[in-house]
């Protein structure tokens, strides 16, 4: 499945993947959670540092919305699906 990644005002994020802050991204699963874990995997850990926190989840500073309509709350939001040519933004809350 392919999803298309929007990075908003997380530097880390910048940094790994070259000053992109958008990248369309192949991945095997349908859910937020099968996302993260081929992200890391394919980047490294440093994916792991910036996005997820102690418990595994993406950090509740960040947000993240799918097609600029769906905003996934913290908690239940690693189970959420994801569809061929979503797009995926990930930012700093405020």
């Known amino acids: 499945m392919k999803v298309h990644l929007r990075i908003e005002g997380i530097a880390p994020l910048y940094k790994i993947f070259q000053k992109k802050k958008a990248l ?3 991945f095997p699963g349908n859910t937020l959670q099968d996302f993260t874990n081929e992200l890391i995997r394919k980047y490294g850990p440093n994916v792991k540092n910036a996005i997820l926190d ?11 919305v799918v097609n600029q ?23 700093t809350v405020g």
């Open 69 to 91: 309509s769906v905003y996934l709350s913290y908690g239940e939001r690693m189970a959420a699906p994801l569809h061929d040519g979503d797009t995926l933004h990930l930012m």
């Open 24 to 26: 369309d991204f192949d």
């Open 54 to 64: 102690q418990k595994g989840e993406i950090d509740m500073e960040l947000r993240v």
